[in-house]
């Protein structure tokens, strides 16, 4: 399959099974609010290194996990019995995204894969109300988080990041066990991580993920502040 190139004039995507054997669908355009929406709303999302074009990418399969399928393990429930963190939500939002920027991802290389130009475009959806955070806190120290884009009931999850053991762990399951309350159909997890699958992360064939979020368009999206929405505390 031949890989695509985006204008910035012209917001449009063409259809994510058309990518090709890498995944890579299209090569360029913008991380406008708009384009990010558009493009979570049918299975693609934005990874390139810096001084890099933006490349769109929709892997087969797909990496998720199921809320009704989460995995605590026996060593986190200490932490929970104990509730040895807290938790906030959208309070800190690009300070999440710039501890994620600093902490190396399994799918690095080297360097990073969250730009400035990312940091821009999520913060601004992030304003917008799409975009959103998880801080955990040992005190007053933020110490893990995380941050996605949720559309209907479904979180699309970017990074994570954490200071202390397992503070990460904490946040995911924190959010998921909400998420699972609420219906949330299935959390994008983009790429397998062995930190995500022994949460209970599996991969889908991309057909099954995209017939999600075909059937996710008819859901409500909360929008604006998750804080009271989640009421994670």
Not at 160 to 169: D, T
Not at 202 to 229: A, H
Request: hydrophobic letters at 35%; aromatic letters at 14%.
């Amino acid at each position: 399959m031949p890989v695509y190139w985006l204008s910035e004039d012209k917001l449009y995507f063409p259809p994510a099974y058309l990518t090709n054997e890498d995944g890579i669908l299209a090569i360029g355009g913008d991380l406008s609010p708009e384009r990010l929406l558009l493009a979570y709303q049918h299975g693609i999302f934005p990874w390139f290194n810096p001084n890099d074009p933006i490349i769109w990418w929709s892997p087969d399969p797909r990496f998720v996990l199921f809320p009704t399928e989460l995995k605590v393990s026996k060593s986190m429930r200490p932490y929970f019995n104990q509730q040895k963190f807290q938790v906030t939500v959208d309070q800190q939002f690009e300070e999440v995204m710039r501890a994620c920027q600093t902490q190396r991802r399994d799918r690095q290389s080297g360097g990073t894969w969250i730009t400035e130009s990312m940091i821009d475009g999520y913060v601004q959806l992030h304003q917008k109300g799409y975009a959103h955070s998880i801080e955990v806190w040992d005190q007053d120290q933020l110490v893990g988080g995380l941050y996605g884009i949720g559309l209907g009931k479904v979180f699309y999850g970017e990074s994570m990041f954490a200071k202390s053991s397992n503070a990460s762990k904490f946040g995911f399951i924190s959010l998921v066990r909400k998420l699972q309350d609420l219906n949330f159909v299935v959390i994008d997890c983009q790429q397998e991580t062995k930190h995500l699958a022994s949460l209970g992360g599996r991969s889908i064939p991309r057909t099954q993920f995209l017939q999600l979020l075909q059937q996710n368009q008819k859901e409500r999206t909360e929008i604006g502040d998750w804080s009271t929405y989640l009421n994670i505390l």
